[in-house]
């Protein structure tokens, strides 16, 4: 099976500071890790993934994750917060081991509210 | 590229009715998904389209839930008999026809389903 963890529900930052937002992971074989932001009464905006290769993934709007096998993480970075930024942000997997006939269902965390104040 | 589009995006309805939503996915695209997300929730896996097959269905689609792609197009989510519980964001995405399972799903603004 696979399944995310957000332990954090909301994430306070000041303007100008960097942020982070932790996802830990849990799958049976190698996982594909993905980044979505959902701003009030929109769908999921995709910011980034990981695959294979570099563990630092660059993304949309300044974002980046790094992926940390030993810790099973994926947490979202950006070195200087916006008020724009503030949104719920998801981390969702999805299990290679689960192979193409299993379907491409991603499971989501519950999600992390930033809040950047000026 | 217009994105993927949904409609409506707010339903509100009584119990026990039926209510239909349509997804439209970006034009190329062949895999089309359905997801469900309650209020302070993430999103949750319903159904899976690859063109006109549906191949992959979770145990939350309880028999009241039928999807459809007739011509591996749009989709239609039809829920019967609704019930409070249903009230939810019914979320669609879809993934090119070149990507496997790497590829990226990108979401619809969702409908947003009221159950009185």
């Known amino acids: 099976a696979q399944s995310v963890a957000q332990p954090e529900d909301q994430v306070n930052v000041a303007e100008g500071n960097p942020l982070t937002v932790k996802c830990t992971y849990s799958?049976?074989?190698?996982?594909?890790l993905f980044w979505y932001v959902q701003y009030p009464n929109r769908g999921l905006q995709f910011l980034l993934k990981y695959i294979t290769g570099d563990n630092l993934v660059k993304g949309s709007y300044g974002f980046e994750a790094e992926f940390n096998k030993s810790q099973t993480s994926f947490h979202l970075k950006k070195p200087s917060a916006l008020v724009s930024d503030s949104a719920l942000y998801f981390c969702?997997?999805?299990?290679?081991?689960?192979?193409?006939?299993?379907?491409?269902?991603?499971?989501f965390g519950g999600g992390t509210r930033l809040m950047v104040k000026p | 590229d217009t994105g993927v589009s949904q409609d409506p995006r707010h339903k509100i309805t009584k119990r026990g009715q039926n209510v239909t939503f349509r997804c439209d996915p970006i034009s190329e695209h062949n895999r089309l998904y359905w997801y469900r997300q309650t209020l302070g929730q993430g999103p949750e896996f319903l159904t899976y389209?690859?063109?006109?097959?549906?191949?992959?269905k979770s145990r939350l689609l309880s028999d009241r839930f039928s999807a459809e792609r007739p011509k591996g197009s749009f989709s239609t989510l039809e829920i019967q008999r609704t019930e409070q519980g249903d009230s939810a964001m019914y979320l669609c995405a879809s993934s090119p026809a070149s990507g496997g399972i790497t590829d990226t799903q990108y979401f619809g603004p969702g409908t947003r389903l009221t159950v009185l």
């Open positions: 799958v049976s074989g190698n996982p594909y």
């Open positions: 969702a997997v999805r299990d290679a081991y689960l192979g193409n006939n299993a379907g491409n269902m991603l499971t």
């Open positions: 389209f690859q063109n006109e097959a549906q191949l992959e």
